[in-house]
T-cell receptor, first 110, second 114 residues
Framework: TQLLEQSPQFLSIQEGENLTVYCNSS?????LQWYRQEPGEGPVLLVT?????EVKKLKRLTFQFGDARKDSSLHITAAQPGDTGLYLC??????????FGTGTKLQVIP | DAGVIQSPRHEVTEMGQEVTLRCKPI?????LFWYRQTMMRGLELLIY????????DSGMPEDRFSAKMPNASFSTLKIQPSEPRDSAVYFC????????????FGPGTRLTVT
């Protein structure tokens, strides 16, 4: 099983600050997904990246897929308390089976 | 369209009891997944179905766990007998089976076994 490592594990920041979280592996992926899980809820898909070097934006969130398709980053500009949650990256090894990373738990303090 | 529905949202039971978790996937989705989430192990895939047929149950921890999907709109995950180490949040997810395997999760069932 390919391992997806996310860093940092935990992040606590003040409202308005910027942050970047990372998803790394030694393997090449055909696509990679980012999910956000709010406390007490299930993960919700944010974005899928499929092309090396691809950048996708979702309001204040910017997702980038590494050129070699082995890693990805999520940058949040001017974080808001509503951004609080667990951020998970995930890949599919085929046949619809998705493996999730270890997650980054983000807390944005008002 | 309604999302994935799970019941119950919370379950507290005593060790040795049978526990049944239920899931209704999004209508039209061909794939259904059962996951378990704990602080120590994160989000783990237990089993998934395609068109009501189990495809991969390699994540099911042991014979005490079983899952069924009698029709396209209903699935159950059963633990018998339950043990304290089964305490976790159990998620059901469904997928339309499109190219990038995007999944839609239910709100989860928090299981506590005392």
């Amino acid at each position: 099983t390919q391992l997806l490592e996310q860093s940092p594990q935990f992040l606590s920041i003040q409202e308005g600050e910027n942050l970047t979280v990372y998803c790394n592996s030694s393997s090449v992926f055909s696509s990679l997904q980012w999910y956000r899980q709010e406390p007490g809820e299930g993960p919700v898909l944010l974005v899928t990246v499929v092309t090396g070097g691809e950048v996708k934006k979702l309001k204040r969130l910017t997702f980038q897929f590494g050129d070699a398709r082995k890693d990805s980053s999520l940058h949040i500009t001017a974080a808001q308390p509503g951004d609080t949650g667990l951020y998970l990256c995930a890949y599919s090894g085929g046949y619809q089976k998705v493996t999730f990373g270890t997650g980054t738990k983000l807390q944005v303090i008002p | 369209d309604a999302g994935v529905i799970q019941s119950p949202r919370h379950e507290v039971t005593e060790m040795g009891q049978e526990v049944t978790l239920r899931c209704k996937p999004i209508s039209g989705h061909d794939y259904l997944f059962w996951y378990r989430q704990t602080m120590m192990r994160g989000l783990e895939l237990l089993i998934y179905f395609n068109n009501n047929v189990p495809i991969d149950d390699s994540g099911m921890p042991e014979d005490r766990f079983s899952a069924k999907m009698p029709n396209a709109s209903f699935s159950t995950l059963k633990i018998q007998p339950s043990e304290p180490r089964d305490s976790a949040v159990y998620f059901c997810a469904s997928s339309p089976g499109l190219e990038y395997y995007e999944q839609y999760f239910g709100p989860g069932t928090r299981l506590t076994v005392t």
